[in-house]
């Protein structure tokens, strides 16, 4: 598991914060970690969100920054209180060996984002598995687990579902899934199982669903990034970049740069161009439900 046990987006505007104040101020890292008697690797991990920031830190920042009692200093104490919460998935027990890597901070972007924009190759997008779906999967890709195991999984899947329609400080994650149509085709569990997974999408079409599905038939041309899946996420916030997590049998891939997280927005949008419109994607979904036999 990675170092993100807790919310990412407080990190990260802290982070953009001392950066800018820093620069504002006109000190290198070394003449502020000298002033604070603090290593220059733990500022430049308070500056690049890595880590849990320690409040005493920050705080010394705050009075050398010339901050304190000011809106902007109470702001980065609020968000150093914020970034320390543990992860709410944290509570779910269950060993990591042979999970993937980063998927924590996986999971720390999906909880907080606005647009989560995924595209998935073989399965059904993991927001919108039906439990059943996601026990066989496990027990397919996974079977040294224990059943125990499995079912924490499961729950987890079935929490982080609910980030759709019920956020306690944010608004519902809305999610654009562009799925290949092999998902449809690959047999997870049983044909009954299958069925009613696919019947289950169904349900998330309709004006005011916080989920846009669709589906990239076998008859569109090859898209460059078809050959992995990954996940854009969007925040509501300025302050917070784009980030970009590409799936692999080894774990996640994240990332950052400006420029490359464009990069793979234009690849998304090519994506979204070649998959079936809604209506063409329920309908194939439709379909392929009643082939399950």
Not at 24 to 53: C, F, H, W, Y
Not at 171 to 193: D, F, K, N
Not at 279 to 288: K, N, P, T, Y
């Amino acid at each position: 598991m990675s170092s993100a046990t807790g919310p990412v987006l407080p990190r990260r505007r802290l982070a953009t914060a001392l950066k800018k104040l820093r620069a504002d101020a006109e000190l290198t890292l070394d003449e502020v970690a000298e002033a604070l008697m603090i290593s220059r690797s733990k500022l430049s991990r308070l500056e690049n969100a890595q880590g849990s920031p320690q409040a005493r830190d920050v705080r010394d920042l705050v009075t050398l920054y010339k901050q304190e009692g000011t809106p902007l200093g109470d702001q980065l104490m609020r968000w150093v209180r914020a970034a320390r919460r543990q992860g709410w998935w944290l509570d779910y027990a269950y060993t990591s060996a042979g999970t993937m890597t980063d998927v924590d901070m996986y999971l720390a972007y999906e909880s907080e984002a606005s647009i989560a924009k995924v595209y998935t190759i073989p399965f059904i997008p993991s927001l919108v598995q039906t439990p059943d779906y996601t026990r066989s999967l496990y027990q397919s890709l996974e079977p040294w687990r224990a059943r125990e195991e499995v079912d924490q999984l499961v729950q987890l899947r079935s929490k982080r579902q609910l980030l759709l329609t019920d956020r306690e400080e944010l608004p519902p994650l809305q999610l654009i899934a562009v799925a290949h149509e092999c998902c449809l085709r690959q047999l997870v569990g049983s044909p009954e199982i299958m069925r009613a997974q696919l019947l289950d999408l169904d349900r998330w079409y309709g004006p005011d669903s916080p989920v846009d599905l669709r589906i990239l038939p076998f008859t569109a041309p090859p898209a460059f990034t078809s050959t992995c899946m990954f996940a854009h996420f969007e925040f509501g916030d300025a302050l917070d970049r784009d980030v970009v997590h590409i799936e692999t049998h080894a774990g996640f891939r994240s990332i950052e740069i400006d420029s490359q997280v464009a990069t793979y927005r234009r690849h998304y949008d090519d994506l979204f161009r070649r998959a079936l419109p809604a209506a063409g994607s329920r309908e194939l979904l439709r379909a392929a439900a009643q082939s399950w036999h």
